[in-house]
């Protein structure tokens, strides 16, 4: 193994994403991320505290590739900015990235990060207000409760990252777009309002994760 006493820390992040998708957060070691990334173990502990910032800057740098995915997801599909089509491109993009899989495979993961109910709560009090807009806009239909909805989703997104198999997943997110398609979209032509809403949703979500 070649040793480089200086690397960029995205080749460390990437090293540890890489083992908890295929170890689960509880099966990553300081030194085997090192081996990983071929850096020395002291050059982890020079970049992060311990371990757990080091799983903490891992989410939060998958969920920013996550969620900017996401975007270039809706910008290129012409009917991206139905509600219906906005969902499935996030959950796409979500389950694209494995390490985030595991942050709701695996019971408490890492303390404070996965089960936290106030992060939780703010993440779906956002979604409300991004669907309230989308229903001023005229892309959700208006007599739907957004908080509701948003409530749901993200009961349902959880689920099926827990326990959906990956040979479904891709069917279970079509098939949950058709029924917002049918439960949520108003039909609207002009989808452009929906696409600058989710994008300024989506980075909102990013500039949190970021700080």
Do not use: C
């Given at each position: 193994?070649?040793?480089?006493?200086?690397?960029d820390?995205?080749?460390?992040?990437?090293?540890?994403a890489r083992?908890?998708?295929?170890?689960?957060?509880?099966?990553?070691?300081?030194d085997?991320?090192a081996?990983?990334?071929?850096?020395?173990?002291?050059?982890?502990?020079?970049?992060?505290?311990?371990?757990?910032?080091?799983?903490?800057a891992v989410v939060?740098?998958?969920?920013?590739?996550?969620?900017?995915h996401?975007?270039e997801l809706?910008l290129?599909d012409?009917?991206?900015?139905?509600f219906s089509?906005?969902y499935?491109?996030?959950?796409?993009?979500?389950?694209g990235?494995?390490?985030?899989?595991?942050?709701?495979?695996?019971p408490?993961p890492?303390?404070?990060?996965?089960?936290?109910?106030?992060?939780v709560?703010?993440?779906?009090l956002?979604?409300?207000e991004f669907?309230?807009?989308?229903?001023?806009?005229?892309i959700?239909t208006?007599?739907?409760?957004?908080?509701?909805?948003?409530?749901?989703?993200?009961?349902?997104?959880?689920?099926?990252a827990?326990r959906?198999?990956p040979?479904?997943?891709?069917?279970?997110?079509?098939?949950?777009?058709?029924?917002?398609a049918?439960?949520?979209?108003?039909?609207?032509?002009?989808?452009?309002?929906?696409?600058?809403?989710?994008?300024?949703?989506a980075?909102?979500?990013?500039?949190?994760?970021?700080?």
């Amino acid at each position: 193994m070649v040793v480089r006493p200086s690397v960029d820390t995205n080749v460390i992040l990437d090293a540890a994403a890489r083992l908890i998708a295929e170890q689960g957060f509880g099966g990553v070691r300081m030194d085997a991320v090192a081996a990983r990334a071929g850096v020395a173990k002291g050059v982890l502990y020079l970049r992060f505290t311990d371990k757990d910032e080091l799983l903490r800057a891992v989410v939060d740098r998958e969920l920013v590739l996550a969620t900017r995915h996401s975007i270039e997801l809706v910008l290129a599909d012409p009917g991206g900015g139905s509600f219906s089509r906005l969902y499935v491109h996030a959950v796409t993009a979500l389950h694209g990235r494995p390490a985030l899989l595991r942050l709701y495979q695996e019971p408490a993961p890492l303390r404070g990060l996965a089960h936290d109910d106030g992060r939780v709560r703010a993440r779906e009090l956002l979604g409300a207000e991004f669907i309230r807009v989308l229903q001023a806009a005229g892309i959700v239909t208006a007599d739907l409760d957004a908080g509701v909805l948003a409530a749901n989703l993200t009961l349902w997104n959880q689920a099926l990252a827990r326990r959906a198999a990956p040979t479904e997943t891709d069917a279970l997110i079509l098939g949950m777009g058709e029924l917002m398609a049918r439960a949520a979209d108003t039909g609207i032509a002009d989808t452009t309002a929906g696409k600058r809403a989710y994008v300024t949703f989506a980075e909102a979500l990013i500039a949190e994760r970021e700080q």
